[in-house]
């Protein structure tokens, strides 16, 4: 394990006591305006100390109440970027990142400023003081003296958003890049959800204090009520397919999916053998318990019912076919058809419910994120409009 924690925090009203651990993945700290996102980050960069409990980074204990321990912040092999950070305003990015490095801990160097300017392409500001960066640059310049710790751990406390996109375009393959190639985990805290799932699918779900849910997104989902809490407005699933032939009389593209054969609209530009993906809303796929003769649909995909998740006026059943795909029905659909877990049922999808990801510009879906071996979000709903149902 890599991050195990276990703390009592009490500020004022909010009460902060939640175990919380880590496998040595990135993770999503998920959670609205006090849920206790940079409490928690405070607590693992060493900003903030909890009244009792501990917490132990990759078998070094951090904090441990019972023994006496509190290893300070410069200390940590923790890199953080928060939002309470700041910086020697009159000092140049050079000397920032060089002073840091110079009072780094030298046992465990991965990264040298120089590659650091590179790699966060800090050449064009290194001269200039820190005062006179514009705020993303500022968050570079925090995000490069952060990795100078050669850390552990990265923790993020909502760095898109106090970014702009451009910047969020350009930190975001770097994140990647953090994460597959030295495989440096991130804890990234934000309230949207979207954000999150551009680095990572697994989640920890934070409210007053107290984790709702952890684990992968689609895991975290079975909890009644949560997707509209975590802001999803619209599910697709997204699925590789390879091309496998073209019916031009038929006006159909025929390909496989995870073993299934699947009927798409014709694109003969899509050479047979190769590989694409394509989207199928979640509430265009409709259930049959059996096979059914004389329908115009083209797709019955045969599947097992993995699990039944109730929702704000309708139920997500997830549906193992070889591929996971999530079919989107009224609780009323759901009742009558008595639908359980383990039941066998045939997905139903017309072959032009079925859009190619490389025409998805011209819908107007908001955005694509694309994680993880299931099924995939578009879109959020207003951030302001959520609350979770106790
Ligand atoms: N210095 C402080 N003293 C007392 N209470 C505090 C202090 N800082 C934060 N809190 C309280 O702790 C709770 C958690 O705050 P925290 O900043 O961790 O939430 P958050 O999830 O990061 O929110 P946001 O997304 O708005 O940053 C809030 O109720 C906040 O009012």
Known sequence: MLLDINVKLRRGHFDLSTPISLE??????FGQSGAGKTTVLG???????????????????LFDSKKGIMVPREQRPIGAVLQTDSLDLAASVRETLHG????????RRLFKPDYLMRLLELDPIL????????????????????LLKSPKMLLLDDTFAAIGDSYRMQLLPILKRLQTEFDLPVLYASQSLREILELTDQLIVLENGQILRSGPLREVARQQGILRYLGVRQIDNILPVRIRSHDFAGGYSLADSFGQPFSLPLRPQFMPGSLTQVAIRANDIALSRGFIEGISIQNQIKGRICALIPGDGSVLVQIDCGCTLLAEITPGACREMVLQEGD???????????????????????????????????????????????
Request: charged fraction near 20%; hydrophobic fraction near 45%; charge should be positive.
């Open 24 to 29: 040595n993945a990135s993770a999503g700290l």
């Open 127 to 146: 001269d200039r003081s820190i005062m006179r960066l514009s705020a993303g640059d500022r968050q570079k310049v925090m995000l490069a003296g952060s």
């Open 100 to 107: 840091i490095y110079r009072r780094c801990w030298t046992q």
């Open 344 to 390: 066998w049922i045939y997905c139903l999808i017309k072959t032009h419910a079925i859009v190619y990801m490389a025409e998805l510009d011209a819908l107007p879906y908001e955005k694509v994120v694309n994680h993880g071996g299931g099924y995939y979000f578009l879109s959020a709903a207003d951030a302001d409009k959520r609350h979770f149902p106790v």
């Open 43 to 61: 607590l693992i960069a060493g900003t903030l100390q909890a009244q009792s409990g501990h917490i132990v980074l990759d078998g070094k204990i």
